[in-house]
């Protein structure tokens, strides 16, 4: 093992000095264990069995590397007939097999809907002599037809073609995440019905008909609002799943089910070589099949298409765009495949043919360890050269090993496509990451008879940019990144957005007293959605998470109670142009105007937190709507503030008559409330509105904190 180590010690004190109380030295070390895999192999190509940790000679950038562990896998050779029949070595199909080391007890464990990738101590090797392989589906690239042909596929190799030397996990890409359906087992009659389940739907009425599936998604971003294209995400979800397989020392391979890829743009490249390098740190080569095999594409396009026009179709501009598009899209997966020592299985229908591809290629190999001295996370490429030292033993003897990696990198030597990835990363997390305390509030207020506009406050305490201070930073940038999901999971809207704060000695006292305040808004159409939003210190790295459940009601169905929107709690509204930093929109938002929240050119600051201060005057904002009103139909409101159960204070009654608009038939009310006369602690604060004329009443009710 090579280590850094280091100690600090006190200097000796001078002549006739007190003694100083001993010092315990401190030591610090740090390791980095990497882990390369390959072939050694004879003259004839046959695996050369027997070599230790003296008949190899590891370097990494030049320099000498000590070895910690030598491990052999022996696998038995496949063969495929012409039919697709696999054997192995030269038996015949009936043929019994060798005896292959079983799995570990707990292998395969873990349901259909609840599983992960088990994973031992460092450099344990937990499969020993077995083929590790992947079944991955891109549930957001696989149209029906596609995904049909790639559960075929699985199916059959599972049933007719999986050796007992094969252990088979599964994995798709769906709902926004990656989810681990099956961790590595050679249970047939599992992982069938586990396969069956992630594509169909699982039967959770016991009708015997699987249930709807639930539909994938991509990041839903669109071009012009975010840097990120769904490619971008379809390779980032790759990425997650060969980091969650990086534990595991062994060569492992990943049949990736696609219906092609297609690159655009220089953000889609750095992801691409994100993707790579992760599969290559964590011993992974991925076998891309595209799911729809032999495609033959009529040149100017087939029925589902309307007929070109111009001259393109006449000079070959036309077929040449529908080729180049289509060539595109399995460049990248050739250039995963063969950036990461796998194959991609193109214009094939045989589609199981791919899998079996990706089991011929795991051969007989060594795994090597060694820990690296080179420990600076510097992001840089690290070249390893695993060679074969002079011996007896390897005399004519040819060495394969991965060649070298990329380093991992300190937030603070990120470069912007490196930031960006790190975002959306957490963004995709179902162990969101909580290192700054967020705060967030969503409210409604109806634009139409059918969209309303949601607008979203976010308060970060002022003290969470205190680390960057400390740092020397004159100023820094709060990245904000966002989405908005139905209740199917399919992302509706997003946000990204920045704010940049200087951090002089008059913002850091302000920011010390109040907190950093964060607006945006969607428009969305009644329903339930799900929002999750992360804000991240540009300067520090640190990332803080929010994620809700609310709802969009239907209003124009409300027939019972007077139609209000949700009720703003503020004791704050400055001008739309004042603020202590620079908000950089990367969206316009075409209902900034129609923000109810700003009026007479001042911004009503939500609350969030719901914490006032008795100094301070409550303000209370909410719309009613008259839907059938021409002219506005008197309404009488009042704010009421209960302890327990005992009335504390109740405003005067409200009457309104006016306000009423044309478009949306909202009648604000507004409420202007001193709080200087209750008492400090927790109260109920309840808003009534009547309506006398139609005898109809509607209530608002929620909790609040006084305090000095």
């Known amino acids: 093992m090579a280590a850094v180590l280091s100690a600090q010690q006190a200097p000796p004190p001078p002549a006739g000095a007190q003694p100083a109380t001993p010092q315990t030295p401190t030591f610090r070390s740090t390791t980095r264990l990497i882990v390369r895999t390959g072939t050694v192999k004879d003259k004839d190509g046959k695996p050369i069995e027997g070599l230790t940790a003296k008949d190899f000679v590891v370097t990494e950038d030049g320099e000498p590397q000590t070895i910690a562990f030598v491990e052999f896998q022996r696998l038995p050779a496949l063969n495929v007939t012409s039919n697709g029949v696999v054997t192995i070595g030269d038996a015949p199909p009936d043929a ?72 088979v996990a599964v994995m798709g890409f769906q709902g926004g995440g990656v989810r681990v359906k099956q961790d590595f087992t050679d249970k047939k009659e599992q992982l069938l019905e586990v396969v069956q389940t992630l594509v169909f739907g699982e039967d959770k009425d016991g009708d015997g008909i699987p249930d709807t599936l639930e539909e994938g998604t991509a990041f839903g971003q669109d071009d012009a609002e975010f840097a990120i294209l769904n490619t971008d995400r379809q390779l980032s979800a790759l990425q997650t799943a060969v980091g969650m397989l990086r534990p595991l020392p062994d060569q492992k391979s990943l049949i990736y089910f696609s219906s092609g890829l297609a690159l655009n743009g220089v953000d889609n490249q750095a992801q691409l070589r994100a993707t790579t390098n992760a599969a290559l740190r964590a011993n992974v080569s991925l076998f891309p099949v595209d799911a729809r095999g032999l495609v033959a594409d009529a040149p100017l396009g087939d029925a589902t298409r309307r007929a070109p026009g111009g001259l393109a179709m006449f000079n070959g501009q ?321 704010v009421t503030f209960y302890r327990g159960e005992v009335k504390a204070l109740e405003t005067a009654p409200l009457p309104v008559t006016d306000g009423l608009d044309a478009k949306s038939k909202a009648v604000p009310l507004r409420f202007s409330v001193p709080l200087e006369g209750l008492e400090t602690g927790r109260y109920d604060c309840q808003v009534t509105v009547l309506d006398p004329g139609g005898q109809k009443a509607a209530f608002w009710r929620a909790p609040v904190v006084l305090i000095p």
């Open 318 to 638: 036309a077929a040449g765009a529908v080729m180049s598009r289509f060539q595109r899209s399995q460049d990248t997966l050739y250039a995963l495949a063969k950036d990461t020592g796998g194959k991609a299985m193109f214009d094939y229908n045989d589609l199981s043919m791919g899998i079996v591809q990706a089991a011929q290629s795991i051969t007989s190999y060594y795994i090597i360890g060694f820990y690296s001295t080179h420990t600076a996370l510097d992001g840089k490429f690290r070249r390893v050269k695993i060679g074969l030292a002079a011996s007896p033993s390897t005399v004519n003897a040819e060495a394969t090993f991965q060649q070298g990696y990329f380093s991992d990198k300190e937030f603070a030597k990120f470069n912007e496509a490196d930031k960006e990835r790190q975002l959306e990363d957490a963004l995709m997390l179902e162990n969101p990451v909580t290192e700054i305390t967020i705060a967030l509030e969503v409210n409604y207020f109806q634009l139409n008879r059918a969209e309303y506009f949601v607008p979203v406050a976010v308060k970060i305490p002022g003290s969470e940019l205190a680390l960057a201070r400390k740092r020397g930073a004159q100023r820094t940038l709060l990245d904000f990144i966002g989405e908005v999901k139905d209740e199917f999971g399919i992302t509706i809207q997003n946000v990204r957005d920045k704010l940049d704060i200087k951090l002089t000695d008059d913002t850091a006292t302000q920011l010390s007293k109040r907190p950093i305040q964060y607006q945006t808004g969607f428009t969305l159409l009644p329903g339930k959605y799900v929002i999750k939003l992360l804000a991240r210190d540009s300067e520090t790295g640190r990332i803080g998470t929010f994620q809700a459940a609310f709802v969009v009601p239907n209003l124009v169905k409300e027939e019972k109670r007077i139609p209000i929107s949700t009720v703003v709690l503020s004791s704050q509204r400055q001008p739309v142009t004042d603020a202590i930093y620079t908000v950089q929109r990367t969206v316009s938002d075409k209902n900034v105007n129609a923000d109810p929240l700003v009026y007479d050119g001042q911004r009503l600051i939500p609350s969030v937190t719901r914490v006032f201060s008795k100094q301070r005057d409550m303000y209370v904002f909410l719309q009613a709507y008259e839907r059938a009103a021409t002219t506005t139909q008197p309404l009488v409101a009042f």
């Open 96 to 167: 019994p097999t060798a005896p292959v080391a079983p799995p570990p007890t707990n292998a395969g464990a873990g349901s259909p809907t609840d599983a992960k990738i088990s994973a031992g101590q460092p450099g344990d090797i937990r499969y020993r002599n077995r083929r590790l392989l992947i079944l991955y589906f891109d549930m957001t690239a696989l149209p029906p037809p596609d995904l049909l042909r790639a559960y075929n596929a699985a199916t059959k190799y599972i049933k007719t073609q999986m050796t007992p030397a094969d252990l």
